[in-house]
């Protein structure tokens, strides 16, 4: 029993004892004695126990009650609670699944629409003595509301909080989420979701600390899953378009896809796509456009956040990357990720080579020694300069990172550094490199 106002059961030591004081106080009849009294007195005491009781009852009922009724005031002023009924109840610790999938739509809503119904439906049934605590399963798990029994708050939060166009780490939100249980309790967690993520079939199991409460949608779409511009090296550098289509439908279906750059159409056809099935779809693109470009299929479905992409292109010169080298196929699969790199290769160093390198932004030796270096952006792998002015630092890992304009990407600052006369590096192909 847990009491809000223990003090004011002091009370009772003053209001028992007036309440007898003012009942002590009530006129009473008179007594008068007659010829026949002796004979009532002996009937009165040949009564049974049990009548007399009833008889003393009755004729201090007012008292009793009143007695009763002050009990009953200043307890209730006290304000009495009880802990529990039987086992305690644990504490909640929600995830809350915030990932892209959650927007798609159904008869009734979004997903998230019914999660948000399934998270208030949780808050109304929280006792006094339970705290909740709410982690969102985003692009990162994030806690939206430590542990409270504010229901007020909890339930502000459930009508701010909204689905992003990310996916969700629902999984590595879970595990987070265990991390908040007390041992021995009976804490659990409780994931509100669409079931929409890799891992959901681990947690379909039941278990004593973790339910998975499952929220329903529409589940027709057709969407973008890839969307990008790259450079055809074997071709001189010309880019062209990837669009990664795939549909989640359990028919066939024909939509109309558009390539619009800054607004204005490049491109229209329509496609066909099979049932759970995907396209990659590639288109050539002429010049050096600067804009924004966007792949939209026009379709209804359930789920339109994945039916447009985005890409930002723009007019700055290429990065210009000359390669010595019998060939690398770890680079060239990289440079294929970077519209803004313009590649070079040659076999071997010869005259031509010599003359040009000075002319690209980095030059990259592999297993082939150049000539002697005066000054420029160089990487070496196996091989070390013919001729130096400065002597060269060695090392196995690329692991100093650069934020020099030269490097055509931040992704590649780990590979690249800068090569003065007066600091020259060669990186080596041990089973420790980062090459």
């Known amino acids: 029993m847990l009491w809000g106002l223990p003090a004011a059961l002091f009370l009772l030591a003053g209001a028992i004892p007036l309440i007898l004081f003012l009942h002590s106080l009530k006129p009473r009849g008179l007594k008068i004695a007659t010829t026949t009294m002796f004979i009532w007195q002996r009937v009165l005491r040949e009564r049974p126990l049990g009548t007399r009781l009833g008889w003393l009852l009755r004729k201090n009922l007012l008292l009793i009650l009143q007695l009763l009724a002050a009990a009953a005031l200043i307890v209730a002023l006290a304000d009495p609670s009880l802990l529990h009924i039987g086992q305690r109840a644990g504490d909640m610790v929600v995830v809350l699944d915030l990932s892209a999938s959650m927007r798609a739509k159904g008869k009734n809503g979004s997903r998230f629409d019914g999660a ?24 990162e798990p ?74 329903a949608g529409g589940s027709d779409n057709v969407g973008i899953v890839g969307f990008e511009v790259r450079r055809q090296l074997e071709r001189g550098g010309a880019a062209e378009i990837l669009v990664h289509v795939r549909n989640y439908m359990a028919k066939e ?76 196929a770890y680079l060239s699969n990289l440079f294929r990720f970077f519209a803004n790199v313009e590649l070079t290769t040659l ?69 690249c550094s800068p090569v003065r006369p007066a600091s020259l590096k060669a990186f080596s192909r041990t089973p420790s490199s980062s090459t």
């Open 253 to 328: 279906v024909r939509l109309p896809l558009a390539l619009l750059l800054d607004d204005k159409a490049i491109l229209r056809e329509e496609i066909a796509i099979g049932a759970d099935d995907r396209r990659v779809l590639i288109y050539p693109l002429d010049g050096a456009p600067a804009g924004r470009l966007v792949a939209q299929l026009d379709f209804a479905d359930d789920f339109a956040t994945d039916n447009r992409a985005y890409l930002a292109l723009t007019d700055t010169a290429p990065r210009r990357v000359l390669y010595v080298g019998p060939g690398n």
């Open 116 to 139: 948000r119904r399934e998270f208030i439906s949780l808050v109304d049934k929280l006792s006094s003595e339970q705290k909740m605590l709410v982690i969102g399963a985003g692009i």
């Open 142 to 215: 994030r806690l939206l509301a430590p542990f409270t029994s504010d229901k007020r708050r909890l339930r502000e939060l459930a009508r701010t909080v909204s689905a992003t166009d990310a996916p969700g780490k629902i999984k590595e939100a879970i595990l987070f989420a265990h991390g908040f249980l007390k041992r021995g309790s009976a804490d659990q967690v409780i994931v509100i979701s669409d079931g929409a993520f890799a891992g959901a079939e681990e947690f379909a199991a039941a278990a004593s600390h973790l339910r998975v409460i499952k929220v």
């Open 347 to 415: 076999p071997r160093w010869d005259d031509s080579a010599v003359a040009m390198q000075n002319k690209f932004d980095v030059v990259i030796c592999d297993r082939v020694a150049p000539p002697a270096v005066t000054q420029g952006n160089f990487v070496f792998i196996d091989t070390l300069p013919a001729r130096s002015p400065q002597p060269v630092q060695r090392t196995s890992r690329g692991s100093r990172r650069s934020s020099s304009p030269w490097c055509p990407t931040p992704r590649m600052s780990s590979w």
